[in-house]
């Protein structure tokens, strides 16, 4: 499956394949997430491509600075993040929200306790 992601105003813009529909997100605790609301979903990097320039993109890091914590300078919105999975995978953390195509009401949410980290 292939999903399309964008901010709102869609300076953003990204697609993001899937073997299987979206069923399950992560609700991360930590300080950022929290206040996002994010609804997390990872993928390898190499299954995300954007659709518009990197550039477009402003970046925030905090705490260890491993993770790039993507957004919009024009309307606030934060589709996703980038980094490396423990096993050195490249990954991008993808805010749901952020992909019109998602029904949001039917996913299993799993908590994670980036607070404690």
Sequence with gaps: MLYQGSCHCGAIAFEAEADAPITEVTSCNCSICRRKGSLLWFVPRAKLTLKTPESAMSTYTFRTHKIEHKFCATCGVSPLAFA?????????????RCLPDVELNGLKVNEFDGKSL
Excluded: K, Y
């Design 84 to 96: 490396t999975a423990p096993d050195g995978t490249p990954m991008a953390a993808v805010n749901v």
